[in-house]
């Protein structure tokens, strides 16, 4: 019997599809392989039943979004995870990962976390003012969650976050039966230690799936690319407003005079940090090149 699903994990081999009836493990068909194209956690399938009770994808419907790593696929948005508390999350390493979001087509939400050690106001000001959904939440004490909890209503959310902001304990927050592993942060690194090691979606309701996923350091090279690299500015979305208006065509918007992005810095219509995160982004990027991309393919 064919049926229809939604991935909800894979592991080891296996793709667990929610048909809506059931839950049924599946293997791949080897023309995935051959095709060199993998599912994916959040893919809806096509899948064959068998009478065992477990079954084969057989195909994999068009998708809106995907993540290589982590490997995600029709997420609406990220749920960034920070922190100003011990770890404190790099502004860099949040912006990082807001540019892939936007390159994919993904929204994103900021939610700081541990406001109960520290207000999160100074991380908190800086995507309110880009106009990210920005919320201060503690795992510890339940605050804010029920404001994060109408942000993902009936949405597919992804938390991602540096290790030991707390994403499986406000994950276990929203819906205590999750159980999800968690490890206190070492007070000699000031970082935790990833508890998470594959990507799998849990429901909050029939509407509402969250994902957990593995920390920033996933959102390696894979995503760093030549596609962001093309767009990278306007990935920022408060540069947008000025990106025709500078002197020159083809300016950075790193150090050139005339360039409005500069000025809008200057005058406090942008963050420091993150025109910082994107000059470090830019000289990332800067190597790669379009004809070595097609000589490696």
Known sequence: MMSRGIIEKALSGFYYVNTGRQVIACRAR??????????????????????????????????????????????????????EAIPCSDPYLIDRVCAIAELKGCGVVICINKCDLSSGESLARIYEQVGYPTVRVSAQTGEGIAQLRALISGKISAFTGNSGVGKSSILNRLHPDFGIETNAVSD?????????????????????LVADTPGFSSFDTAEMNLDLKKVLPETFREFVPFLNQCRFVGCSHTKEKGCAVLEALKNGEIAPSRHASYVKLYEELKPLKEWEVRKNS
């Open 30 to 83: 080897g023309k995935f392989r051959k095709d060199k194209i993998s599912p994916l956690v959040g893919d809806w399938v096509q899948i064959q039943e068998l009478n065992d009770g477990t079954g084969y994808v057989e195909a994999i419907e068009p998708r809106k979004c995907f993540f290589v790593r982590p490997s995600v696929a029709n997420i609406d948005q990220l749920i960034v995870i920070a922190s």
């Open 188 to 208: 000699k690194l000031g970082r935790g230690k990833h508890t998470t090691r594959h990507v799998e979606l849990f429901r909050l309701d029939e509407t509402t």
